[in-house]
């Protein structure tokens, strides 16, 4: 027996079993997604730390020759963790090349150094020394931990090898560590670790104030990555916009979910708080009630969520480690009790928020409710009249579909419940759905790029020099068994073109950079352009992006054929977006005259007269090949032939070549018979992009599993937000449809009149939050720095996709309640409300 | 000791405004003694049940005064009013509204727990035996006749020892045999428990029970006659 009013609460939860369980499902799908977007963010955080920590150090401030008493004040300084001193003993160069430093250091200070053991330890004592791989392998490469080894003159103990530290090595500076302690003859350092139980920037400010301004120097690189740089702030203004935009739709989600089954449940048992409220409940009790309900709900509901998002976040860790390897650390799974803690913070402020609506209606509710059972008809407004709409369901579907129609709209309070609940799943739906689907286009601009697997290249030696590669190279490689293709890249040369006035694009017209200039000649519009030459096998490639006109190598070289890229990614100064779209309003069969050809000669910009026509035979949607020239023009490409007569260069020679391969597996095979013809052409080197597009690819399947991701859990909340509505919608009519039954409706009917019912909330719900969800992706698509889509286009297929997938939940959420009213006694369901 | 537990002042109600204004009340005058037992009879939309909400602090009155025990309580806010119904009326319903997820006896002891009083078990078992539902004590509503619900309810109405039992219309849904028992058994224990009972029927032969029957016609008082003075 209960013995308090409060445990009211814990019965009625346990009464609605199944909608407890649909809440609680829902708070844990939006408690886990937020801190699993929390999780991942901070794990990215660790490894950005982390990589700050191995280049430049772990400590936080530095100050140079630092005095006796300022060490004193340091090291007594409740807010600092550790510090030490070190000092470059002495420098020297080995192997006319490398730099390499004695450094002595304290104890601590060769902690806080960016310099991590990898195998052996720091040297402790002095005579004993480590040093970095890579340099290890200059000085002595048999060097043994724990032996003997000569460095300078001078014998050490090899105790330590350190990891490598990649700035040093590209720099070609070596270090050695010894063990040091504070002497202040040389210059010395002091580097200072911040400890991690303090607030990090008002601790660097107050510790800023004890050094001189010219000896004194702060960690930016970590200090920034640690959120306390004062400089950075900027930077990640961005990124915490974005953040609090996803977890508001998330909340907004969850609330949309747990205002929903609140509600419900308050209506449903409206006739039961008119008792308690006539026996002599205070609203503030009914208030408790719900509110305890709430309580309930997130108890079990917010840790369940915050297991869910730490498995999640290792799930994810593991997925990327399958896809990317090692090598590609985005972030690594942490579990930090602030973000649990904060996530569960919202997840709770989100749930009151979402019930204390429905407890205020609830403690409203008159008590007079309870004495007069004719109350579910009285309250209820119907419009009498029958409205066209309604008329037409009802002469295409039948009575049942009318009843279904009428049904929907007679209680004003649950239809907008049902239908807001609809327009919130489709709104979350469509709008990230698109705005996933946009980003994703944006990430993948170039495309037959990524099949190329080697590239050869001029060194900066050659390019400098304009050298060429010669047609036996090429043979030679096109010779070589397992490659399959060489496509061979052409310098590029830049025009100037002019347009008509009226192919102007109008957004670009106030651009800073002066896109579009008056032309001297004929009142026509002045535009750079540029011609880059593809042979007949990227031509070939190319075809099968060709979006309008088509290409055809004799066409080409006999009319001055030209293939327009018809995007371009264009800076705006005043906005700081990028334009994404054409440059100019080109069609296929376009002729554009070329007036000049605009070269570099000895460090003098030239400009030779020129009178030639082109004509647009095809176009592409975006760059092929990896494109060079002005991208603030006209992009075409074309023949070698036609080149030739726009140039007036007697030969032109390929710059560059991409490699093509039968079979990936034959890479290391491949890579080295290439080496081996240009060994010859010191200038020449080569690329290997399977390595980088293998990690490309890995870092667009991540995006898309983690956007994905996310748009499949706001789905699912989503989805049991609909369950939720439908499901009690029908349930609570059990009685209407008991008595309709009675006077002769057949099952069959019943189900054909709710199941219609579930439809129409359904479609109206996809009508409005299509248009709603519409506007906003095409907003959002303004939004995006980096892809200012110039042709936004309705998401159709988004679109078909939510109505799809709403009308089959709508559909299974009332099967279940029409099996349950099937069981029912129809004279039971009728007499009473038990 | 005869004193007077409840008065009513120039209770007035009206639904609706100007156009389809209905005066359900019209400057009803009242006074009720402590242990009386009063029934209120009228045909169908004549106010007696309006009358009855306003008795209990269920409504609020266009205006008038409804003083219970000295108090006037519609000058209480919501807060306290319902505090008062909780302490002071006892209802019972046509339709006998049991909370469904409570047993017997929690439905019963509803009344205190809204206190967060400790229950007084023997009270509750006292009330459980003089209701006849010991063998039934532990079951939900949904597995009670509708005579053994109205017991359960009448029980809940005298679980906090109000002072005024007010019964709306308690043996509408129930059969002639059961009626008389549910009314017989609520004069015992307004007597017992020495509680004032306000009844509403339309039942002759159940208002006949009473000491006193009041008659309403039209939102009046039409007749106030006494059958038998104790």
């Not at chain 1, 376009?590 to 095809?618: C, F, M, P, T």
């Amino acid at each position: 027996m209960i013995t308090r009013y409060k445990q009211l609460t814990k019965k009625y939860l346990k009464n609605n079993k199944k909608r407890s369980m649909l809440t609680i499902i829902g708070i844990i799908l939006s408690v886990s997604l937020i801190s699993s977007i929390g999780l991942f963010l901070k794990g990215m955080q660790e490894v950005q730390i982390e990589k700050a920590k191995n280049t430049y150090g772990s400590h936080h401030l530095q100050y140079t020759n630092p005095d006796k008493g300022l060490i004193e004040k340091i090291s007594n300084n409740p807010k600092v963790a550790r510090n030490g001193t070190f000092n470059v003993e002495e420098e020297f160069t080995i192997n006319d090349s490398i730099d390499v430093r004695e450094i002595s250091a304290t104890n601590q200070a060769l902690e806080l150094l960016p310099y991590q053991v990898k195998e052996g330890r720091f040297p402790e004592d002095e005579g004993e020394v480590a040093l970095e791989g890579w340099l290890l392998r200059y000085i002595d490469s048999n060097a043994d931990i724990g032996g003997k080894i000569e460095i300078n003159n001078e014998e050490y103990r090899l105790v330590g090898i350190l990891e490598n530290n990649i700035m040093e090595q590209i720099n070609n500076r070596g270090n050695i560590l010894k063990k040091g302690n504070y002497s202040g003859e040389k210059e010395t350092v002091l580097l200072v670790e911040i400890s991690s139980k303090t607030n990090l920037k008002s601790a660097v400010k107050e510790l800023s104030k004890l050094g001189e301004e010219d000896d004194f120097e702060k960690n930016e690189a970590l200090l920034g990555v640690q959120g306390a740089s004062e400089r950075d702030n900027e930077a990640f203004l961005g990124l915490y916009i974005a953040v609090g935009v996803i977890i508001l739709i998330v909340v907004i989600s969850t609330i949309a979910v747990i205002y929903n089954s609140f509600q419900i449940s308050v209506m449903e048992r409206i006739k039961e708080f008119g008792l308690l409220r006539a026996v002599g409940t205070t609203p503030k009790q009914i208030r408790k009630i719900i509110l305890r309900e709430a309580t309930l709900l997130s108890l079990i509901g917010i840790p369940i969520g915050l297991f869910f998002g730490i498995v999640a976040i290792y799930s994810i860790s593991f997925a990327f480690k399958l896809i990317g390897g090692e090598n590609l650390e985005v972030f690594k799974p942490v579990i930090s009790p602030t973000i649990l803690g904060c996530s569960a913070a919202i997840g709770l402020v989100s749930i009151y928020l979402s019930a204390l609506m429905p407890s205020i209606f609830a403690s409203k509710i008159s008590p007079l409710v309870a004495i007069s059972s004719r109350k579910s008809i009285k309250k209820e407004k119907i419009k009498r009249r029958k409205s066209l709409p309604v008329k037409i369901t009802g002469k295409l579907l039948g009575f049942e579909g009318e009843l279904a129609h009428k049904n929907i709209k007679r209680n004003r309070k649950r239809y907008r419940i049902t239908v807001f609940s609809i327009i919130i799943s489709v709104i979350l739906f469509i709008t990230f759905k698109s705005f996933v689907d946009m980003s994703l286009t944006v990430t993948d601009g170039l495309k037959e790029s990524q099949n190329v697997h080697f590239s050869i290249t001029r060194g900066v030696q050659g390019t400098s020099e304009g050298i060429t590669i010669d047609e036996d190279v090429i043979k030679e490689i096109e010779d070589i068994s397992s490659v399959k293709k060489v496509y061979k890249v052409y310098d590029g040369y830049e025009f100037n073109m002019e347009i008509d006035k009226n192919k102007e694009i109008k957004e670009l017209q106030g651009f800073e950079q002066d896109i579009y200039r008056e032309s001297s000649s004929n009142g026509k519009t002045e535009i750079s352009g540029s011609i880059n030459i593809y042979d007949k096998n990227v031509l070939d490639a190319s075809k099968k992006y060709v979006k309008s006109g088509n290409i055809d190598t004799e066409e080409l070289d006999e009319e001055n054929g030209v293939i327009l890229i018809r995007k371009n990614r264009i800076f705006n100064y005043d906005t700081n977006n990028t334009y994404y779209g054409p440059v100019a309003d080109i069609k296929v069969g376009d002729k554009i005259n070329v007036s000049e050809r605009l070269y570099w000669d000895q460090d003098e910009e030239k400009a030779d007269k020129l009178g030639e026509e082109l004509k647009v035979v095809a176009i592409v949607e975006d760059e092929v090949f990896s494109y060079n020239g002005n991208p603030e023009g006209l992009r075409f490409i074309t023949s070698k032939n036609v080149a030739k007569r726009f140039t007036k260069e007697e030969s032109l020679s390929p710059i560059n070549l991409n490699i093509v391969l039968k079979d990936i597996e034959s890479e290391k095979m491949a890579i080295a018979k290439i080496e081996n013809i240009i060994k010859e052409n010191p200038d020449l080197e080569i690329i290997n992009h399977i390595d980088n597009n293998r990690k490309n690819k890995s870092s667009i399947l991540m995006i898309q599993i983690l956007l994905y991701g996310f748009v499949v859990v706001v789905s699912l909340i989503g989805s049991v937000n609909i369950i939720n509505t439908l499901t009690t919608n029908i349930l609570l009519r059990k009685r209407e449809f008991a008595t309709l039954r009675s006077i002769g409706l057949t099952h069959k009917g019943l189900r054909k009149m709710i199941v219609l019912e579930g439809m129409l909330y359904g479609i109206k719900g996809i009508i409005y939050g299509s248009i709603i969800g519409s506007i906003l992706s095409f907003i959002l698509a303004g939004g995006i720095n980096e892809a200012r889509e110039f042709s936004w286009g309705i998401p159709w297929s988004t679109i078909g996709i939510a109505a799809i997938a709403t009308l089959i939940i709508g559909y299974l959420s009332v099967l279940y309640p029409l099996a349950r009213i099937k069981k029912d006694n129809l004279i039971e369901t009728i007499k009473g409300d038990y | 000791m005869k004193m007077e537990i409840l008065k009513v002042e120039n209770l007035n109600k009206t639904y609706g405004s100007e156009i389809n204004k209905v005066e359900a009340l019209k400057d009803i005058n009242l006074s009720v003694n402590n242990g009386e037992f009063v029934s209120i009879v009228g045909s169908s939309g004549s106010g007696k049940s309006t009358l009855l909400h306003l008795l209990g602090g269920l409504d609020r009155p266009t205006n008038g005064k409804v003083i219970v025990d000295g108090e006037s309580i519609y000058d209480y806010k919501e807060e306290r009013l319902a505090i008062f119904r909780r302490r002071k009326i006892g209802f019972i319903f046509q339709f006998f509204n049991l909370i469904p997820i409570l047993n017997v006896k929690e439905n019963i002891a509803l009344p205190a727990l809204l206190d967060n009083d400790k229950i007084d078990k023997k009270y509750l078992d006292e009330l459980i035996k003089i209701l006849g539902m010991e063998d039934r004590k532990d079951h939900l509503p949904s597995e009670l006749s509708g005579g053994q619900q109205q017991r359960v309810a009448i029980g809940r109405a005298l679980f906090n020892k109000p002072s005024i039992i007010l019964a709306d219309e308690p043996t509408g849904n129930l059969d002639s045999v059961t009626s008389k028992e549910v009314v017989e058994l609520l004069k015992f224990t307004a007597k017992k428990y020495n509680q004032t009972l306000i009844l509403i029927t339309h039942e002759l032969n159940i208002a006949s029970l009473a000491d006193r029957i009041i008659t309403l016609k039209d939102g009046e008082i039409i007749s106030d006659k006494y059958l038998r003075n104790e």
